[in-house]
């Protein structure tokens, strides 16, 4: 029997407590917790991510400020926005939706948000805290996945995992978020000549390579759990994971459903960033020291 994850139901939860949180902040008249998304071009599936994180921001109750850039803006002009928005106190969290264009430095620019509104978690700071084990803001997508596995009590000492994607947004994270639980992590990449014989032995196989249904029953064995990243829009429309859903089903312990399983948690988290950023940056909370 194969339990499938209801991501979409535990994102709510999550996103109801913090609505919980920010009923009080307004009951007392404080700041609103306030999200800036930068977007540059016009990427579709870009504009429906920003679309839903601020939809998500203003169910909560957060104010959502959103910067749309044309597609020939400079890196100059992009970090000079960042710069403001770091110096502008309504401003908690910054995001700065990716890929962004081919002409602009990727790395430039999220090393010029401050590591105090890094929603995201990607600033070099964020990351080596992780990589350290001293984590203050975590990457969303690797963070809402270590959410899902505590829902099903994943006991994380001593299991093999097998991350698939070594990208500085889920793998590499992802592979940090389970080291400093315990696991036993193998990172497979393009160039990973036998995927199969690290992920047949595997605990938990999570996969984040953008590629239809690559994962199947070949791949695994039966008890394992697996957590699908994969957003991929088939030639009919239709919208499919990484992992083969319907050839795992009765033969995994757990698995994750596209849509309804990552995606979801991915938004929560960031909500729940943009408000650790808030508590930070109010005084309220001492968790993130960076002098
Ligand atoms: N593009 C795809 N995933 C993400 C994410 O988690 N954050 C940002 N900023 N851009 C993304």
Redesign the pocket.
């Known amino acids: 029997m194969t339990s499938v994850i209801d991501g979409k139901l535990i994102a709510q939860k999550t996103l109801d407590q913090i609505k919980k949180q920010i009923d009080k902040i307004k009951y007392y008249n404080q700041k609103i917790p306030t999200l800036s998304v930068v977007l540059v071009g016009n990427n579709p599936a ?1 504009l429906v ?1 920003v679309e839903n994180k601020k939809r998500a921001c203003i169910s909560v109750g957060m104010k959502s400020i959103e910067i749309l850039l044309p597609e020939d803006t400079t890196t100059t002009l992009l970090q000079n926005t960042i710069i403001k928005l770091n110096t502008n106190a309504d401003v908690d969290g910054i ?5 962004l264009p081919k002409h602009i430095d990727s790395k430039i620019i999220i090393d010029t948000i401050s590591p105090k509104k890094d929603v ?1 978690g ?1 600033h070099k700071y964020n990351i080596g805290a992780l990589a350290l084990n001293s984590p203050t803001i975590c ?3 690797p963070h809402g996945i270590i959410t899902l596995l505590d829902s099903i009590n994943f006991n994380y000492p001593g299991k093999s995992a097998v991350v698939i994607g070594s990208s500085n ?1 889920v793998g590499r994270p992802m592979m940090l978020e389970l080291l400093n639980r315990g696991c036993t992590v193998t990172v497979c990449n393009s160039k990973t000549a036998n995927i199969t014989s690290f992920t047949k032995n595997a605990d938990l196989v999570i996969v984040a390579i953008g590629k239809p249904k690559f994962l199947n029953k070949q791949h695994i064995s039966s008890n394992t759990i697996i957590i699908d990243v994969g957003i991929n829009r088939l030639p009919n429309g239709k919208i499919c994971g990484d992992v083969d859903f319907e050839d795992m089903i009765d033969i995994v312990k757990y698995i994750t459903p596209v849509p309804g399983g990552v995606g979801p948690m ?1 938004i929560a988290t ?1 909500i729940s960033n943009t408000l650790i950023c808030y508590n930070h940056n109010q005084n309220k909370e001492k968790i993130i020291q960076y002098e």
Not at 95 to 99: F, G, I, K, S, T
């Open positions: 870009s991510y995001l700065v939706q990716l890929p995201d990607f990457p969303c997508t947004i991915t960031l």
